[in-house]
């Protein structure tokens, strides 16, 4: 991967930035995602957050070879430290564990006045961050799922709203957890990570029943998350 050949995954970030945004991108990494948007688009600036120093110095590097220390600042800190108050409009943090964003998120709440939209693009437990979203006044306005090197990702986009607007509240914690876009697109990639997580859910309840002592509670919610997922699958089929 490199700037003229972005991951499927953050070629799908890419999307959601409008022309002439001023973001940060927590995690950067190798900066590929800011240079890619700026050599694309000349109104566009960006701030590069990364917390460890190889991957800041090959994030400087990267700029400066495509001469855009202009407009992308490559800063050293941790998580949403790297920007000053009311600095960018938005947000970028991809590739990161959902509860890890999510902590970010939350630790870094005070530089978020100014930011209209927060793109995440988590490995790991989307649920964690839509919930985020629904405690914080960020209201999903969009969703979307792809598979890239074996790996279904999921990409979130928020922005500041009515937070609740896409939920239902009959069914809230089954869009929370599987999403109320993506349960409304379905697809073949949405469905096949629907499955994995069946097949996955059904071998914990199967050991949860061999256990010498069992919990009700823990039984109830993987019976439940078990009939989501049929539920999807069942329609996705007819």
Request: aromatic share 8%.
């Amino acid at each position: 991967m490199n700037v003229n050949s972005l991951s499927q995954r953050l070629y799908k970030v890419a999307t959601y930035l409008p022309e002439g945004s001023h973001f940060a991108d927590i995690g950067s990494d190798h900066a590929y995602l800011p240079c890619y948007v700026c050599l694309r688009d000349e109104t566009a600036r960006a701030v590069a957050g990364e917390v460890n120093q190889g991957p800041y110095e090959s994030a400087r590097n990267e700029v400066t070879l495509h001469s855009l220390q202009d407009r992308i600042d490559v800063r050293l800190g941790n998580g949403l430290e790297v920007l000053e108050k009311d600095e960018v409009n938005q947000v970028v943090i991809a590739g990161m564990g959902g509860p890890l964003i999510r902590d970010i998120l939350e630790a870094g709440k005070k530089k978020l006045g100014t930011v209209q939209r927060i793109i995440a693009q988590p490995n790991i437990d989307s649920r964690s961050i839509r919930r985020w979203f629904l405690n914080n006044g960020y209201s999903l306005v969009d969703e979307s799922i792809l598979e890239e090197s074996g790996h279904i990702y999921e990409i979130l986009v928020a922005e500041q709203g009515d937070a609740g607007k896409p939920y239902d509240k009959q069914q809230i914690d089954k869009e929370l957890w599987l999403g109320p876009y993506l349960l409304k697109q379905g697809g073949v990639t949405f469905r096949k990570k629907c499955q994995e997580e069946m097949d996955k859910k059904k071998y914990v309840l199967e050991q949860l029943k061999k256990a010498s002592s069992v919990d009700p509670k823990k039984i109830e919610g993987l019976n439940n998350e078990i009939m989501w997922l049929k539920e999807v699958l069942d329609y996705d089929r007819n």
